[in-house]
């Protein structure tokens, strides 16, 4: 069980669901909560609708259904909205939505002429099939709560990287180091976590699998970097990093992030870097299986933790105090009381 979990005396009345996107995930966050995960029906008819049933009776119980949205991410996105349907239908008390890594917070904001907001679309659609709140980690983009009319809790797992690599060799010549100047304010806390210094990159989108880094914000030259990013998909933006931060005399990189996408030739690009010492991903989505020399850490006993507080109707900004001050207790202001 997490550090924090309550004796869940009333686990009956907790139903856990898995879509088919990291069953794996799901299975660990139900050890931690001493629960089973639940079964499901998951079918496809031959004009290739999908359709979910659920396995377990659900009424009057709080549900909770794990899908991260990961390629194929459509695919995926559709079994999380009919199963919500299906469990809103069985008359369950309430419905939680436990997506790992939501990753429609990309598409956040109106950059180019007649474009979509996926984000604010997606979250649309979660309500109304009928979710009662979300549980996730790491948006790319904080501003992505507001997209949705029930409540978002996401987590933060800034805590258990900064525990890797403390335990890990030496810091004292390292630095922290942000790919952009949009991830600077976690790289902040993250290098605060360590008791390193900060620097960022300057970089420029040019396409989905094209960035430019310009140049670098902060004295690398000598120094180890630990390179800190939400999100790898295609690792374009972690080459182009290193390539400047070898140009700015910096010795090697490690490279962490929450979301370990590595899609297409990322496991191939990151692989043949001999500046890079070490890739640490957490398990929000499915670790490649081509790649071994990758560190994964579990964030299931957050989630399970988040989750059993949820259940309890206790705070779940707790969980962070002392890893994020954004989570701690406002304070009071002088001489009120």
């Given at each position: 069980?997490?550090?924090?979990?309550?004796?869940?005396?009333?686990?009956?009345?907790?139903?856990?669901?898995?879509?088919?996107?990291?069953p794996?995930?799901?299975?660990?966050i139900?050890?931690?909560?001493?629960?089973?995960?639940?079964?499901?029906?998951?079918s496809?008819?031959?004009?290739?609708?999908?359709?979910?049933?659920?396995?377990?009776?659900?009424?009057q119980?709080?549900?909770?259904?794990?899908?991260p949205?990961?390629?194929?991410?459509?695919?995926?996105?559709m079994?999380l909205?009919?199963?919500?349907?299906?469990?809103?239908?069985?008359?369950?008390?309430?419905?939680?939505?436990?997506?790992?890594?939501?990753?429609?917070?990309?598409?956040?904001?109106?950059?180019?002429?007649?474009?979509?907001?996926?984000?604010?679309?997606?979250?649309?659609?979660?309500?109304?099939?009928?979710?009662?709140?979300?549980?996730?980690?790491q948006?790319?983009?904080?501003?992505?709560?507001?997209?949705?009319?029930?409540?978002?809790?996401?987590?933060?797992?800034?805590?258990?990287?900064?525990e890797?690599?403390?335990?890990?060799?030496?810091?004292?010549?390292s630095?922290?180091?942000?790919?952009?100047?949009?991830?600077?304010?976690?790289?902040?806390?993250?290098?605060?976590?360590?008791?390193?210094?900060?620097?960022?990159?300057?970089?420029?989108?040019?396409?989905?699998?094209?960035?430019?880094?310009?140049?670098?914000?902060?004295?690398?030259?000598?120094?180890?970097?630990?390179?800190?990013?939400?999100?790898?998909?295609?690792?374009?933006?972690?080459?182009?990093?290193?390539?400047?931060?070898?140009?700015y005399?910096?010795?090697?990189?490690?490279?962490?992030?929450?979301?370990?996408?590595?899609?297409?030739?990322?496991?191939?690009?990151?692989?043949?870097?001999?500046?890079?010492s070490?890739?640490?991903c957490?398990?929000?989505?499915?670790?490649?299986?081509?790649w071994?020399?990758?560190?994964?850490?579990?964030?299931?006993?957050l989630?399970?933790?988040?989750?059993?507080?949820?259940?309890?109707?206790?705070?779940?900004?707790?969980?962070?105090?002392?890893?994020?001050?954004?989570?701690?207790?406002?304070?009071?202001?002088?001489?009120?009381?």
């Amino acid at each position: 069980m997490a550090p924090g979990l309550e004796g869940v005396n009333d686990v009956k009345d907790i139903v856990v669901f898995s879509g088919s996107a990291h069953p794996v995930l799901a299975q660990e966050i139900c050890g931690h909560l001493r629960t089973r995960l639940s079964p499901t029906r998951i079918s496809r008819f031959s004009n290739d609708c999908l359709q979910v049933q659920l396995l377990v009776n659900v009424r009057q119980r709080d549900v909770y259904i794990i899908q991260p949205l990961v390629p194929p991410t459509q695919e995926h996105l559709m079994e999380l909205l009919l199963m919500i349907d299906a469990a809103r239908g069985a008359s369950a008390r309430q419905i939680t939505a436990v997506i790992p890594h939501y990753s429609y917070a990309r598409s956040d904001k109106k950059d180019a002429s007649r474009i979509s907001l996926g984000g604010r679309l997606v979250a649309d659609l979660l309500v109304t099939a009928g979710v009662s709140r979300v549980l996730t980690m790491q948006l790319h983009a904080p501003q992505v709560q507001g997209f949705f009319q029930c409540p978002v809790d996401q987590l933060t797992a800034l805590g258990v990287l900064a525990e890797h690599f403390k335990g890990g060799s030496a810091l004292d010549n390292s630095i922290v180091v942000s790919p952009d100047l949009g991830n600077a304010k976690n790289a902040t806390q993250f290098a605060r976590l360590l008791g390193l210094p900060v620097a960022a990159g300057s970089k420029r989108r040019l396409a989905d699998d094209k960035v430019v880094v310009d140049s670098i914000v902060g004295d690398v030259a000598g120094r180890n970097a630990i390179i800190l990013d939400d999100e790898i998909a295609t690792g374009g933006s972690v080459v182009e990093l290193c390539q400047r931060l070898k140009d700015y005399g910096a010795l090697s990189a490690s490279v962490a992030c929450t979301h370990g996408l590595f899609a297409g030739r990322a496991v191939e690009r990151l692989r043949g870097l001999d500046f890079i010492s070490e890739v640490v991903c957490t398990n929000t989505v499915p670790a490649p299986q081509d790649w071994p020399e990758l560190t994964s850490i579990s964030v299931a006993p957050l989630l399970a933790e988040a989750i059993d507080r949820i259940h309890h109707g206790r705070s779940v900004s707790k969980m962070f105090e002392n890893v994020d001050p954004v989570y701690a207790p406002p304070k009071a202001p002088e001489g009120l009381f």
